[in-house]
């Protein structure tokens, strides 16, 4: 695990530069960079494991820069999370609606930003002890491939948004609060909100299409997947 790329996009070189010495201490490889045009120039060549980016870039801003990632088939499946010193709630989740996996605020702790990067590369790469879980004719999950197919198509999923269908196809038909889909995702590392976890499955709904109606709201308590 220790071993994964991170790319820094960060236009102020003291964060990048202690953001980086912190991920290479603790076994990470880590390459930083000052804005969208160095990251995308990189991209052509390598993909990285993960990007932490910030919002207020010179140029083209993290919003922009997230959507499009999530855009282009190459970088949509790159975990994503924002460092930024907007802490409204509204900015948290316009990113998280942009679909990125995490949103850390400054000033913060490297510490934690390790943590968050080690959960969210766990979500990503965790051992899974099951190959396919067939939910329906129409939807299957290959949890070996990492690969959803709803109504014969492939659909390209985040790795959160991956995560939150593999726990809901786990059991269908329970219901999850949205506290333990918290739970299941970032364990105690988790200092999101809970409306979080409503930015996903909407997300997750739209790109699953029809097989989407299978997830079913249940009203001021959480979610759960089932067949029509």
């Given at each position: 695990?220790?071993?994964?790329?991170?790319?820094?996009?960060d236009?102020?070189?003291?964060?990048?530069?202690?953001?980086?010495?912190y991920?290479?201490?603790?076994?990470?490889?880590a390459?930083?960079?000052?804005?969208?045009?160095?990251?995308?120039?990189?991209?052509?060549?390598?993909?990285?494991?993960?990007?932490?980016?910030?919002?207020?870039l010179?140029?083209?801003?993290?919003?922009?820069?997230?959507?499009?990632?999530?855009?282009?088939?190459?970088?949509?499946?790159?975990?994503?999370?924002?460092?930024?010193?907007?802490?409204?709630?509204?900015?948290?989740?316009?990113?998280?609606?942009?679909?990125?996996d995490?949103?850390?605020?400054?000033?913060?702790?490297?510490?934690?930003?390790?943590?968050?990067?080690?959960?969210?590369?766990?979500?990503?790469?965790?051992?899974?002890?099951?190959?396919?879980?067939?939910?329906?004719?129409?939807?299957?999950?290959?949890?070996?491939?990492y690969?959803?197919t709803?109504?014969?198509?492939?659909v390209?999923?985040?790795?959160?948004?991956?995560?939150?269908?593999?726990?809901?196809?786990?059991?269908?038909?329970?219901?999850?609060?949205?506290?333990?889909?918290?739970?299941?995702?970032?364990?105690?590392e988790?200092?999101?909100?809970?409306?979080t976890?409503?930015?996903?499955?909407?997300?997750?709904?739209?790109?699953?299409?029809?097989?989407?109606?299978?997830?079913?709201?249940?009203?001021?308590?959480?979610?759960?997947?089932?067949?029509?």
């Amino acid at each position: 695990m220790t071993d994964k790329l991170i790319a820094i996009v960060d236009d102020d070189k003291e964060i990048q530069s202690l953001v980086s010495q912190y991920l290479t201490k603790d076994g990470f490889k880590a390459k930083g960079m000052d804005d969208a045009e160095s990251l995308f120039a990189y991209l052509e060549n390598t993909l990285p494991d993960l990007i932490i980016l910030d919002l207020m870039l010179p140029g083209m801003n993290g919003f922009e820069v997230c959507k499009k990632l999530r855009e282009k088939d190459r970088t949509t499946a790159i975990p994503i999370i924002i460092l930024s010193g907007k802490a409204e709630e509204s900015d948290k989740i316009s990113g998280l609606d942009l679909g990125a996996d995490d949103y850390v605020v400054k000033p913060f702790s490297v510490e934690e930003l390790g943590a968050r990067v080690r959960a969210v590369l766990r979500r990503r790469y965790s051992d899974l002890k099951e190959n396919k879980i067939e939910v329906s004719p129409d939807l299957t999950i290959d949890l070996e491939r990492y690969i959803v197919t709803s109504c014969g198509e492939e659909v390209d999923l985040t790795p959160t948004e991956f995560r939150i269908l593999e726990l809901l196809a786990s059991r269908k038909g329970q219901v999850f609060t949205r506290e333990r889909i918290l739970d299941y995702l970032w364990g105690e590392e988790k200092v999101v909100v809970e409306r979080t976890v409503d930015v996903h499955i909407r997300h997750l709904r739209e790109k699953l299409g029809k097989t989407g109606e299978m997830i079913k709201n249940v009203r001021g308590i959480g979610y759960k997947l089932e067949e029509k």
